[in-house]
């Protein structure tokens, strides 16, 4: 990932689980958000004085509409590079783990859909984890999640 720029873009990702199934989300074409038009988990950059926590729950709550009553936390968040092919970047965001107790989400502008994908799904399909460069290690760690 040479090729890439490294910029700052404190925030987070979100991997939510309900009964051994990932949400993925369809980020719009939108040009202000990073990589727009492919699925990925909840992703967003971190308001000024907020805690990383914090932000992960807000985000949660914007992209799904999902309440912090209905998630909870399942391991501590780990840091993982992403990056943006097309605007060729590279950033390092908090990875966090949650599980969720309903699968009924409720969308903002941000995705136009969802889904509820299997581990295995997500093990082939590269359209799912490629925003990651350690794509591996992010499935084992949602792997170890599930178990």
């Known amino acids: ?6 910029v700052k873009a404190d925030g987070v990702a979100v991997v939510i689980l309900h009964k051994r199934k990932i ?9 202000f958000i990073f990589n727009p038009g492919i699925w990925s988990f909840v992703m967003g ?3 000024r004085g907020e805690q990383y926590k914090e932000t992960a729950y807000r985000e949660v709550n914007e992209e799904t509409g999902l309440e912090r009553k209905s998630i909870k936390q399942l391991r501590k968040p780990i840091k993982v590079w992403m990056f943006d092919a097309n605007k060729k970047k590279k950033w ?5 783990f949650f599980s969720s107790s309903t699968n009924k989400i409720k969308l903002n502008i941000e995705n136009s859909r969802f889904r509820w994908a299997s581990l295995n ?20 760690e949602i792997e170890g999640c599930i178990r």
């Open 1 to 6: 990932m040479k090729e890439y720029k490294a």
């Open 23 to 31: 949400l993925l989300l369809k980020r719009r074409k939108i040009p």
């Open 45 to 47: 950059s971190k308001n």
């Open 92 to 96: 390092q965001n908090h990875l966090f």
């Open 121 to 140: 799904e997500l093990k082939k399909g590269k359209d799912y984890t490629n925003i990651f460069i350690d794509k591996k290690r992010v499935i084992k």
